[in-house]
T-cell receptor, first 113, second 111 residues
Framework: NAGVTQTPKFQVLKTGQSMTLQCAQDMNHNSMYWYRQDPGMGLRLIYYSASEGTTDKGEVPNGYNVSRLNKREFSLRLESAAPSQTSVYFC????????????FGPGTRLLVL | DAKTTQPTSMDCAEGRAANLPCNHSTISGNEYVYWYRQIHSQGPQYIIHGLKNNETNEMASLIITEDRKSSTLILPHATLRDTAVYYCIVRASGNTGKLIFGQGTTLQVKP
């Protein structure tokens, strides 16, 4: 039982490049979330998916798109990366939405030059 | 959601109990107290939550005062691996599910 997994662990991009961050959970959870954490800051919600087939914007959605591929997988795409998107990205899941008991992945560290 | 106040940092000797306080004087009747921790830039880890009764699980105990304006997270026998930033979050069940992480308390467990 791996919980929440994220790939890649670390990525360097040049400004304007695109990439997709992958997230998968094996806990049969209905809801999934994407957060970003900047140095010395708390987490901020980018997008969430309350259930399979639905996605909604969080606090800081600009510059990102998401896809809930199936119940297990929730991806985050940066279409044209900017230095301001340098951050650590965490994916999380919970059994139901809304629910504050969320289980987090190990994070993806993204550096945009 | 109620605002929380936590000390910036605390030290604890290995093997001793770590008591982490949190003030939430504006908490409403339907708001829960949640505790998470983040170890060295890993993903946050859920620890425990409660409404008004004290709670205990395999990781920790949560003591909530009778007026619910403050709470204490207790790690009964702290180890070096408990060194982390601990976040106290107050949330009403049924809200957006967005977790608001403040600055938290950095707990340093020392040998």
């Amino acid at each position: 039982n791996a919980g929440v997994t994220q790939t890649p662990k670390f990525q360097v991009l040049k400004t304007g490049q695109s990439m997709t961050l992958q997230c998968a959970q094996d806990m049969n959870h209905n809801s999934m979330y994407w957060y970003r954490q900047d140095p010395g800051m708390g987490l901020r919600l980018i997008y969430y998916s309350a259930s399979e087939g639905t996605t909604d914007k969080g606090e800081v959605p600009n510059g990102y798109n998401v896809s809930r591929l199936n119940k297990r997988e929730f991806s985050l795409r940066l279409e044209s990366a900017a230095p301001s998107q340098t951050s650590v990205y965490f994916c999380a899941s919970s059994e139901l939405y809304p629910q504050e008991t969320q289980y987090f992945g190990p994070g993806t560290r993204l550096l945009v030059l | 959601d109620a605002k929380t106040t936590q000390p910036t940092s605390m030290d604890c000797a290995e093997g001793r109990a770590a008591n982490l306080p949190c003030n939430h004087s504006t908490i409403s009747g339907n708001e829960y107290v949640y505790w998470y921790r983040q170890i060295h830039s890993q993903g946050p880890q859920y620890i425990i939550h409660g409404l008004k009764n004290n709670e205990t699980n395999e990781m920790a105990s949560l003591i909530i005062t009778e007026d619910r304006k403050s709470s204490t997270l207790i790690l009964p026998h702290a180890t070096l691996r408990d060194t982390a930033v601990y976040y106290c979050i107050v949330r009403a069940s049924g809200n957006t599910g967005k977790l608001i992480f403040g600055q938290g308390t950095t707990l340093q467990v020392k040998p």
